[in-house]
């Protein structure tokens, strides 16, 4: 870590604790600036060109709160780590700031191994989002991309924000490829395309904060594959992917015929994934879990998803059983050092 000058920014309003980790992470060869609230952050912010590696901020700060900046800071550069510190004994206002995306926290007061422990942990993370940013740049001028202009890294980031974990938007995917292949009517080559761009990316919301609802992370997945100039057909798939075919869905409680096809594809699959997923945290095996995940979302798909789908599904319902089991990948949690509490 020393070798890499890591750039670490330190804010915190009790001046002894800040002086305290500033120096100590000095002595381990980081580059460390410090502010004393948000304010002070702010204004680096505007100045500075490239972000910091990694932020350690008080969660209680005058004027606006830790909470509040860690938002602040991840609408800027969503996949810079942010780890709190509280001297709170009550460890859910830290909770809380994970939900908000923190990579971490630490309770006041901490030993300086566990200071050591947090900041590997998420300078680890950051150096694999690098390492598959790089991936994907050499793969974009090798001409063999996908997805347009979205970040390879910024999709695994946000499977790891999502409740079906790592190698979600990969799965969601394959099965809606799956379920595409199933249907009594061929998909043009349009469509096929904006399921499989639209599967991978439908939680890319999540760098952006918490979400109330999954319509608002719908509408907010839309909004930012607009902002990276990712193709319409895309957008208007990600933004109705809330809808349902009786009507009772959002953003726009459209029904029917109304609710694009790739839509409806794409929310089936996620549906799928989700109820595997969830089965397998139970101890279910993966091919028991993900037979009865289909088993469920088959039998409300006419209502929620319409005829066509609901037919497709049963019929791909063996194809994508085979493709769970293979694609599953890890344990969608992965495991925190003790010195960090996980989500």
Same mark, same amino acid.
Do not use: C
């Given at each position: 870590?020393?070798?890499?000058? %890591? #750039? &670490?920014?330190?804010?915190?309003? *009790?001046?002894?604790?800040?002086?305290?980790?500033?120096?100590?992470?000095?002595?381990?060869?980081?580059?460390? @600036?410090?502010?004393?609230?948000? +304010?002070?952050?702010?204004?680096?912010?505007?100045?500075? %060109?490239?972000?910091?590696?990694?932020?350690?901020?008080?969660?209680?700060?005058?004027?606006?709160? !830790?909470?509040?900046?860690?938002? =602040?800071?991840?609408?800027?550069?969503?996949?810079?780590?942010?780890?709190?510190?509280?001297?709170?004994?009550?460890?859910?206002?830290?909770?809380?700031?994970?939900?908000?995306?923190?990579?971490?926290?630490?309770?006041?007061?901490? +030993?300086?191994? $566990?200071?050591?422990?947090?900041?590997?942990?998420?300078?680890?993370?950051?150096?694999?989002?690098?390492?598959?940013? @790089?991936?994907? %740049?050499? $793969?974009?001028?090798?001409?063999?991309?996908? !997805?347009?202009?979205?970040?390879?890294?910024?999709?695994? =980031?946000?499977?790891? #924000?999502?409740?079906?974990?790592?190698?979600?938007?990969?799965? &969601?995917?394959?099965?809606? /490829?799956?379920?595409?292949?199933?249907?009594?009517?061929?998909?043009?080559? +349009?469509?096929?395309?904006?399921?499989?761009?639209?599967? #991978?990316?439908?939680?890319?919301?999540?760098? =952006?904060?918490?979400?109330?609802?999954?319509?608002?992370?719908?509408?907010?997945?839309?909004?930012?594959?607009?902002?990276?100039? &990712?193709?319409?057909?895309?957008?208007?798939?990600?933004?109705?992917?809330?809808?349902?075919?009786?009507?009772?869905?959002?953003?726009?409680?459209?029904?029917?015929?109304?609710?694009?096809?790739?839509?409806?594809?794409?929310?089936?699959? *996620? @549906?799928?994934?989700? /109820?595997?997923?969830?089965?397998?945290?139970?101890?279910?095996?993966?091919?028991?879990?993900?037979?009865?995940?289909?088993? +469920?979302?088959?039998?409300?798909? $006419?209502?929620?998803?319409?005829?066509?789908?609901?037919?497709?599904?049963?019929?791909?319902?063996?194809?994508?059983?085979?493709?769970?089991?293979?694609?599953?990948?890890?344990?969608?949690?992965?495991?925190?050092?003790?010195?960090?509490?996980?989500?």
């Amino acid at each position: 870590m020393a070798e890499s000058r %890591r #750039r &670490v920014l330190v804010v915190e309003d *009790d001046e002894g604790v800040r002086q305290l980790v500033a120096r100590h992470l000095e002595q381990k060869g980081y580059e460390v @600036a410090h502010a004393s609230d948000a +304010e002070q952050v702010l204004l680096r912010m505007s100045r500075d %060109r490239e972000p910091f590696d990694l932020v350690l901020s008080d969660i209680h700060l005058p004027g606006l709160s !830790g909470v509040e900046l860690l938002r =602040l800071l991840l609408t800027h550069s969503p996949l810079r780590p942010v780890i709190m510190i509280t001297g709170d004994a009550d460890e859910s206002l830290a909770r809380r700031a994970l939900d908000h995306g923190a990579a971490g926290y630490l309770l006041k007061p901490f +030993e300086l191994f $566990e200071l050591d422990a947090a900041v590997m942990q998420a300078l680890s993370r950051l150096e694999l989002v690098e390492a598959a940013e @790089a991936m994907a %740049r050499s $793969e974009a001028a090798d001409g063999r991309e996908t !997805g347009g202009a979205i970040p390879k890294a910024w999709l695994e =980031l946000a499977d790891t #924000r999502s409740a079906g974990g790592p190698g979600h938007g990969h799965r &969601v995917a394959r099965l809606a /490829a799956a379920i595409v292949s199933g249907m009594d009517d061929p998909l043009p080559a +349009e469509d096929r395309t904006a399921v499989d761009v639209a599967a #991978r990316s439908h939680e890319l919301g999540r760098l =952006l904060g918490p979400t109330v609802s999954a319509t608002e992370l719908a509408s907010r997945t839309a909004q930012l594959l607009y902002d990276l100039g &990712v193709e319409s057909r895309v957008l208007r798939t990600v933004n109705h992917l809330r809808e349902r075919w009786n009507g009772s869905g959002g953003p726009n409680g459209i029904s029917g015929e109304d609710i694009p096809l790739t839509s409806r594809v794409v929310a089936a699959a *996620d @549906a799928i994934d989700h /109820a595997a997923v969830a089965r397998l945290e139970s101890g279910r095996d993966p091919a028991d879990a993900v037979a009865a995940a289909i088993h +469920e979302v088959a039998a409300e798909a $006419e209502q929620r998803y319409g005829p066509a789908v609901a037919r497709a599904v049963r019929t791909a319902s063996s194809v994508m059983e085979a493709i769970w089991v293979l694609t599953r990948g890890p344990a969608t949690q992965q495991p925190e050092p003790e010195a960090v509490a996980s989500a």
